[in-house]
T-cell receptor
Framework: QKEVEQNSGPLSVPEGAIASLNCTYSDRGSQSFFWYRQYSGKSPELIMSIYSNGDKEDGRFTAQLNKASQYVSLLFRDSQPSDSATYLC??????????FGDGTTLTVKP | DTEVTQTPKHLVMGMTNKKSLKCEQH?????MYWYKQKAKKPPELMFVYSYEKLSINESVPSRFSPECPNSSLLNLHLHALQPEDSALYLCASSQDSLNQPQHFGDGTRLSIL
């Protein structure tokens, strides 16, 4: 079992729709959770960080964390073509480092 | 524009060359990282420096040698690399503890001939 797993892509949604990205992790002691966006040929860019159970909203983005289920998700409303990218889930755990999932590639079609 | 600056942006080197990658941040961050990223794969952690001391080495081959001269600078010295070392090398920094979000530089795209 991978330490951090993301829903397999690629994922395609129409412009204006809600996009939902999911991530599960195996280390029950994990404390910090991050979502990064990476455009092709570019470096990862932090979108959201979440540390406690529940929802955290920032503009069009909402991160949800459920530590009991070892699950973190990222939703974004009103998807735009410019949101087309690979989204990486990163989990900071007891090993003292962040582990990245393999990423989910999202395409938003006009 | 990012607040973590990496140079050079591109590097082509032969297997017998010695070169260095440089990373600089002026955000006052005390943790700095080197990652290697191959195409369509997530970043793989190589090294972590916390307060200028090497805190994590992910069993990286000795042909990669990190150095942290001060809290703003991070170098990666390269020697006798192999073609499979061709990748995007990313530097990142975070505040003062390793569970803080990381800010990435634009990376150095390295090609080994």
């Amino acid at each position: 079992q991978k330490e951090v797993e993301q829903n397999s892509g690629p994922l395609s949604v129409p412009e204006g729709a809600i996009a939902s990205l999911n991530c599960t992790y195996s280390d029950r002691g994990s404390q910090s959770f991050f979502w990064y966006r990476q455009y092709s040929g570019k470096s990862p860019e932090l979108i959201m960080s979440i540390y406690s159970n529940g929802d955290k909203e920032d503009g069009r983005f909402t991160a949800q964390l459920n530590k009991a289920s070892q699950y973190v998700s990222l939703l974004f409303r009103d998807s735009q073509p410019s949101d087309s990218a690979t989204y990486l889930c990163a989990v900071w755990g007891n090993a003292g480092k962040s582990t990245f999932g393999d990423g989910t590639t999202l395409t938003v079609k006009p | 524009d990012t607040e973590v600056t990496q140079t050079p942006k591109h590097l082509v080197m032969g297997m017998t060359n010695k070169k260095s990658l440089k990373c600089e941040q002026h955000m006052g961050h005390r943790a700095m990282y080197w990652y290697k990223q191959k195409a369509k794969k997530p970043p793989e952690l190589m090294f972590v420096y916390s307060y200028e001391k090497l805190s994590i080495n992910e069993s990286v081959p000795s042909r990669f040698s990190p150095e942290c001269p001060n809290s703003s600078l991070l170098n990666l010295h390269l020697h006798a690399l192999q073609p499979e070392d061709s990748a995007l090398y990313l530097c990142a920094s975070s505040q003062d503890s390793l569970n803080q979000p990381q800010h990435f530089g634009d990376g150095t795209r390295l090609s080994i001939l």
